[in-house]
Every structure is written in C-alpha cells, then in structure tokens.
C-alpha cells in the first residue's frame, strides 16, 4: 500500500503544471552553474599555476552545481511538501484518508516516498549532468557519488520535516512558510555556534552533516544523523495523525 500510495503523490505532482515548473527551473538553476563551473574551471586552470595548486574538473565543477543544489532544494521541498497533508486537511478529505483500511505510517510513509521520489529524479538529472564531463575528461566517480548520497539524504530529511509541518496546519502556505524558516534555521545553525564546535546546538545543524559528504567522505555518524531526523520526524507525523484521528 505504500507503493500505490507514493504511486498517486508522484502522479499528483507529474499531473500538476507546478511539479513540471520545479523541475524545469530546478534542472534550468543546476545547468547554469554546470556551465558556469566548467568556464570558471578552464579560466582559472589556464592561469599561471603550480601542478601540485591544480584541482580536478570534477571538484571543481561538482562544488559549483552540489553545492548550489543544498541551496535551492531549500525552496523547492517547503514548495513540493506543503500540501501533501494539509491540502488533504483544508479539502476535509483527511478523514476518509485516515478511515481507509490503511495503517498511519502506511499513510505518512506513501508521502514521504512519492516526494522523495520526485526530488531522487531531480538528483539524478543533476547527476548525469556533471557524469557527462567524462566525455572529454577523466572525472572522480566517487566523489559525485558521495555527493549524490549527501543531497538524497539531505533533501530526503527535508521532505520529513515537510510531511510533519503539513500535518499540523490545514493551510498549505502557512505550512510551506513554516518548513522554509526551520530548514534554514537548521541549516545555519553551525554558524551561530562555530566558535563552540563541540556544541549540541552546533552538531544539530544539517549542513554539518552535509559537508563531508560534499568533500568525498562518506562517514558513519554522519549517515546516523540523517536517518534518525528522517525517523524522528515521520514519527511525529504518524502520532500528529493518530491524535487527530482520536479527537474525531
């Protein structure tokens, strides 16, 4: 059930002008700074420099589309995720959702899955984009696997958050307002806190934990962080349903 119910969401934003519209501009945004890096790449390369100072074109350009890519996905989720429950709540439809012979997480977790789906086919457009540099370059595979894994996980903790706003409002703006202003708060908290690294508010900031990834590391806690924020937050989700569910 959690298949056909991904199945519907992913419909539903194919079927719509604005889930072509995101995509268009979100691959227009990625391509822009694709050529951008590879003209950056070529002027600054062809400078007076040392072997040992040259960076690799898919660093190079990989830093310029990924990191960009954090960026605008934190416009783009709040925009895709703000009426995935709460247009269900504003249209009373909820209710018969929440009736069918479907469990809460079955529910929240078709959702989540068809968001991330649609977000996975962006990541992967942007993938084959920078792939394409080994047409005429030799380029480090592994350091745009890295980096596709890091914003898979980022934008998949992105959606959680969204699902759980969505669930608690009945008005899909106010729910997109409220998922743009925490994600960025999370996002920055590092900077707030960066004379205090060891600090918890410092570790709870999600762009911390996406670095690495963007540097070509793949490491252990930070993989951790990422599920348990997904986890916690589709929970808290599934419990929002289930209190509405009990008050009627």
Known sequence: MIINIA?????????????WVVLALLQFVFATFFVIGID???????????????????????????????????????????????????????TFLVSAPLTLTEIVLGKFFGLVTFLTITILLMAAMVSSLNLWADIDFGFIFSNVIGLWLLVASFSALGVYVSSTTQQPVVAGIITFVALFALLILDHFFAGDPSSTMAYLSLMRHFEPFSRGVLDTKDFLYFLLFITTFL??????????????
């Not at 199945?7 to 889930?19: A, D, N, Q, Y």
């Not at 990924?66 to 989720?77: D, N, P, Q, Y």
């Not at 929970?235 to 009627?248: I, M, N, P, Q, Y």
């Open 40 to 94: 950056q790449y070529f002027q600054t390369m062809s400078g007076a420099m040392r072997p040992e100072e040259r960076q690799g074109v898919t660093e190079f350009v990989g830093y310029s589309v990924f990191g960009i890519a954090s960026f605008i996905m934190l416009f783009a989720v709040p925009l895709l995720s703000m009426r995935l429950i709460s247009e269900e709540r504003r249209q009373q439809t909820l």
């Open 7 to 19: 199945r519907k969401e992913l419909k539903s934003l194919f079927s719509s002008p604005m889930g």
């Open 235 to 248: 929970t808290l989700t599934v419990r929002r349903l289930d209190a509405d569910r009990l008050r009627g």
